[in-house]
T-cell receptor, first 113, second 115 residues
Framework: ETGVTQTPRHLVMGMTNKKSLKCEQH?????MYWYKQSAKKPLELMFV???????ENNSVPSRFSPECPNSSHLFLHLHTLQPEDSALYLC????????????FGSGTRLTVV | RKEVEQDPGPFNVPEGATVAFNCTYS??????FFWYRQDCRKEPKLLMS???SGNEDGRFTAQLNRASQYISLLIRDSKLSDSATYLC????????????????FGKGTKLSVIP
């Protein structure tokens, strides 16, 4: 059982839909992340939130919009996505500036049709 | 040059074999190094950290060579349950005071241990 919970596990959406991915961490961490994992590519960092402030946005298209209402919750709002956005979206959390204790959620497998 | 580069794989080895994975990283300012394991259709999980002095955890040994910017993972006496993708991960710890950091992942090397 992971301390980082993501919902939904699977999502199929049309290009004109609006949906949101949700992440919740129960570990008391102070940083949360969104990563994208596409086939045959390394994990790509999308957004970093530290203490509820966005500290990193790795040139992600505006059709992806993150929201971090508190240190335990992270959302990724999706709208007008493209088929190439189909991927596994992973949330992670960590405590402080150390490489240890970086915990991933199980991910949301997104298919855009 | 890719930031973190790994053996292309896949590696198909018999049970009991010893297998070694290699990884190079491009940023000499990198501070922390890790191996993560990712099972099929699951999230990555930390396998072990990598230290300059080398470290061992049971059948797994990790080595770091900062001068060559090279990291390795050795698995001895492979088990069927070792079948997974092994991700080399590097941390460029930022002195931002924000209390967060980024991990840079390699593409991973797939290992299949065959009975």
């Amino acid at each position: 059982e992971t301390g980082v919970t993501q919902t939904p596990r699977h999502l199929v959406m049309g290009m004109t839909n609006k949906k949101s991915l949700k992440c919740e961490q129960h570990l008391g961490h102070n940083a949360m992340y969104w990563y994208k994992q596409s086939a045959k590519k390394p994990l790509e960092l999308m957004f970093v939130y530290s203490l509820e402030e966005r500290v990193e946005n790795n040139s992600v298209p505006s059709r992806f919009s993150p929201e971090c209402p508190n240190s335990s919750h992270l959302f990724l709002h999706l709208h007008t996505l493209q088929p190439e956005d189909s991927a596994l979206y992973l949330c992670a959390s960590s405590q402080g500036g150390r490489g240890y204790g970086y915990t991933f959620g199980s991910g949301t497998r997104l298919t855009v049709v | 040059r890719k930031e973190v580069e790994q053996d292309p794989g896949p590696f198909n080895v018999p049970e009991g074999a010893t297998v070694a994975f290699n990884c190079t990283y491009s940023n000499s300012a990198s501070q922390s190094f890790f191996w993560y394991r990712q099972d099929c259709r699951k999230e990555p999980k930390l396998l072990m950290s990598v230290y300059s002095s080398g470290n061992e955890d049971g059948r797994f040994t990790a080595q770091l060579n900062r001068a060559s910017q090279y990291i390795s993972l050795l698995i001895r006496d492979s088990k069927l349950s070792d079948s997974a993708t092994y991700l080399c991960v590097v941390n460029l710890q930022r002195d931002s005071g924000a209390g967060s950091y980024q991990l840079t992942f390699g593409k991973g090397t797939k290992l299949s241990v065959i009975p």
